[in-house]
């Protein structure tokens, strides 16, 4: 004969990363469930209401955590622990579970991002100090509860949400200063020339390359400083381009080289790192 | 004569004349009704009179004739799948739309978001939504347009900003011109003409959860006066 145990657990409200508070829960209510006392002499098993023993608890060799990272731009960008909106727009997911005693009791991964060895080392060690300070909060709030119950204090779920109070839709307001977004977003604005409007028309550079679209900026982007080196000598290159190509004389060129120079902010949408274009110096000759 | 439960009378007085309308929250059994959702009880004295249960909730439960905003999630043959926060998908005709035949197809892609309503919607069967009413136009159905954030809250905000007359969004609207779509299933839509003003738009309505109408008049005039 054995005991059977089942573990339900209701979710009230999430605002995303909900393996992790589940896993959290499940483990507390495991290693604070108390079973009925049994003895068994033989064959005879005497199982002992509560009030006859002290029920006991269950025997919990380790409490494994589940910490899990979110991975964005191909592995670029790592965030532990995350909310609703950037788990809605993660490229990929890693969950690793490990007890204090740095033990992987579980590692799982999943979306389409190609992890490197050195960043799935790096997460694991993110986890060992995350679960270390989340296994001693547990322990802490374990050993509150007996003691509370000890000295026959109130306890227990209804004890642990403050009355008269609204938390239930309660976010700690980031602090966001908005006194001078005008003054800044105006500063960008007047620095930066509006962006092109999207011509269709290609340019031609050699017979057989062709290009479309370059030169429009997203105002959806914040640039970092990589990303601006990059843009940078994407400008310089395709400026060159854009000069040695005859053929687009129109105010397609024009506007594609005043939104260059001078542009503080460009998001660059383009996957590739260098632009080349094939053959610039020919083509005034050869379309000519 | 009390059974198990205490038996409450709804209206201290005479019994209500003519039909009465039982909403969410209240079910009919037998003689009387029985509630299913915590909240405050409300009555409206106009027609029969409607009584209904005032609750706070953020899950949805698809209900027939709500309009809802859906996420599509997958294209199978000639039905669409959408996500509307359920417990099921959510499926939409693509001959569902203002002036879509056989031939002329709606340009809907895997992402896109779509105000429809639901046609179809009860425990048994998997809710099905049209972008229609029931003359076959369109009123503001369809497929949402680019851009724009969207971002879920709770339901009862939702009715809150559904009311005729709602203050938020009519002070809202003094501080920038914006597009608005508003989901029964707690889901909101917003575009304005910067990403920046969208985002305050959005973290205004949020913070509308739990503030007071004094201190959303003062979050606005910091944000109008600068």
């Known amino acids: 004969q054995v005991w059977q145990i089942r573990l339900d657990m209701h979710l009230l409200n999430h605002d995303g990363n909900i393996t992790d508070a589940a896993s959290i829960a499940g483990i507390v209510a495991l290693c604070h469930f108390r079973r009925p006392d049994v003895s068994v002499q033989g064959e005879e098993v005497t199982v002992y209401t509560p009030e006859e023993r002290d029920p006991v608890p269950l025997s919990i060799h380790h409490m494994p955590i589940c910490v899990s990272f979110a991975f964005f731009h191909q592995g670029t960008y790592l965030l532990v622990d995350p909310t609703e909106r950037e788990e809605r727009v993660m490229d990929g997911l890693l969950v690793i579970a490990m007890n204090k005693h740095h033990e992987i009791c579980t590692i799982q991964s999943s979306g389409v991002v190609m992890l490197l060895q050195d960043q799935i080392l790096r ?27 000890k000295e026959g204090r109130k306890f227990g779920f209804a004890e642990s949400i403050p009355n008269q109070r609204i938390t239930a839709f309660k976010m700690e307001s980031a602090a966001v200063d908005t006194n001078d977004v005008e003054e800044q977003a105006g500063e960008i604005i ?6 092109s ?45 854009a000069f040695e190509c005859e053929k687009v004389e129109t ?16 998001l660059s949408d383009s996957e590739e790192e260098e632009v080349v274009i094939l053959e610039p110096q020919e083509l005034p000759r050869k379309t000519r | 004569e009390d059974a198990e439960g205490e ?46 249960v005032d609750s706070q909730q953020k899950r949805y439960v698809p209900v027939k004739g709500d309009h809802v905003i859906g996420i599509v999630t997958a294209k199978a043959g000639d039905v669409f799948r959408l996500d509307v926060g359920g417990s099921e998908p959510a499926s939409l005709s693509y001959l569902a739309f203002e002036g879509a035949t056989k031939r002329n197809r709606p340009n809907v892609q895997v992402g896109d978001l779509i105000y429809g309503q639901f046609v179809v919607a009860n425990k048994d069967m998997e809710p099905e939504m049209v972008c229609i009413d029931s ?39 003094q501080l920038y011109p914006f597009e608005l ?14 990403v920046q003003q969208t985002l305050i738009i959005v973290n205004i309505l949020e913070a509308c959860e739990y503030m007071t109408a004094e201190q959303r008049k003062q979050a606005l005039a910091k944000l109008s006066g600068n």
């Open chain 1, 197 to 241: 409007e999207i011509f269709a028309t290609p340019v031609l550079h050699t017979p057989g390359t062709a290009q479309i679209g370059e030169g429009v900026e997203s105002s959806w982007g914040d640039l970092e400083e990589s990303e601006k080196e990059e843009a940078v000598e994407e400008e310089g290159e395709s400026e060159a381009a």
């Open chain 2, 7 to 52: 038996r409450l009378r709804l209206s201290a007085g005479a019994a209500p004349q003519g039909r009465l309308l039982c909403g969410p929250g209240l079910r009919r059994s037998g003689a009387g009704l029985l509630v299913t959702t915590c909240g405050l009880l409300r009555h409206r004295p106009g027609g029969g009179g409607a009584f209904w």
């Open chain 2, 181 to 194: 779509v508003i989901g029964m299933n707690g889901r909101i839509w917003v575009k304005a003409k910067t």
């Open chain 2, 135 to 173: 003359s076959g136009k369109s009123s503001g159905m369809g497929i949402i347009g680019q851009d724009g954030f969207l971002f879920k809250v709770s339901l009862g905000l939702i009715r809150k900003l559904l009311a005729p007359k709602c203050e938020i969004i009519q002070e809202l609207s």
């Open chain 1, 251 to 266: 105010e397609d060129t024009s506007t594609l080289r005043e939104t260059k120079t001078g542009e503080p902010i460009v």
């Open chain 1, 190 to 195: 007047a620095k930066a020339d509006p962006p």
């Open chain 1, 123 to 149: 997460c694991s060690k993110i986890t060992a100090v995350k679960v270390a300070e989340i296994t001693e909060l547990i322990q802490k709030a374990l050993e509150n509860d007996q003691k509370a119950r």
